[in-house]
């Protein structure tokens, strides 16, 4: 099966859902290793409990930002992973390093790119004043939250919304959402084309919302 390195920055929710996927045979996966630049990152503690390998890169223990790629790209490498999934990892990578992983390398945001990539989307998103709103897992290229889309999922935004109570329901659609396009690549279902994402010949499958 597809052998997955998940980098992890914080809580780690949406890689105990690829976790759930997993186990529950919705993901035809193994994670091999998962890697934090944060040693208390909770998503580290997620992994350990499940028997998967962690290993702590701290950004500051290296000199730049290509030195530390270096040491992520030693591990991912060591554990033969076949795909680098971004799950809440808050680190800017070095174009070497996303050319080294292109097509291989995907990432989730909490906002329907091109919108709102970056820090705050959710505030961004009310302050623009937005109907809708939601998640986007894509390949990810030298731009912050760029990169080919491979999925999205929308939800309404209230009038009572806050940041908060909109980054919950993302939050949700997050969950079903990664999994389900990591599934997708596992059947080998996606094709790179002009720089956009076809799944099967469609380029935009029907979501089961
Ligand atoms: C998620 O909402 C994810 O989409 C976001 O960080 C959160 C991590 O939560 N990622 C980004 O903003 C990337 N630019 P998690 O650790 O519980 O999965």
């Known amino acids: 099966p597809l052998r997955i390195a998940a980098l992890v920055s914080g809580r780690g929710s949406n890689l105990q859902a690829i976790i759930d996927a997993i186990a529950g045979g919705r993901l035809s996966a193994e994670i091999g290793v998962v890697i934090s630049n944060v040693a208390s990152a909770a998503a580290l503690q997620r ?3 499940q028997g998967i390998p962690t290993q702590v890169v701290r950004n500051r223990d290296f000199p730049d930002r290509e030195a530390f790629d270096a040491e992520l790209t030693r591990c991912i490498d060591a554990h033969e992973a076949d795909l680098v ?25 909490p906002s329907l ?3 709102f990539p970056g820090l705050r989307p959710h505030e961004r998103a009310l ?30 935004v209230l ?22 396009a990591l599934q997708w690549i596992s059947e080998g279902r996606l094709r790179l084309e002009n720089g956009r994402v076809l ?10 919302m």
């Open 47 to 49: 992994a350990e409990s």
């Open 85 to 109: 999934v971004l799950a809440g990892f808050m680190r800017l990578l070095t174009p070497g390093f996303v050319q080294r992983f292109s097509g291989r390398l995907v990432n989730i945001h």
């Open 113 to 115: 790119l091109p919108a």
């Open 127 to 156: 302050e623009a004043g937005v109907r809708i709103h939601g998640a986007t897992v894509h390949f990810v290229n030298e731009e912050t939250d760029g990169g080919p889309i491979i999925a999205q999922a929308a939800i309404p």
């Open 159 to 180: 009038a009572d919304d806050t940041p908060e109570t909109l980054a919950v329901r993302v939050l949700a659609q997050e969950h079903r959402l990664y999994p389900m």
């Open 199 to 208: 799944v099967n010949g469609a380029e935009s499958p029907p979501l089961p």
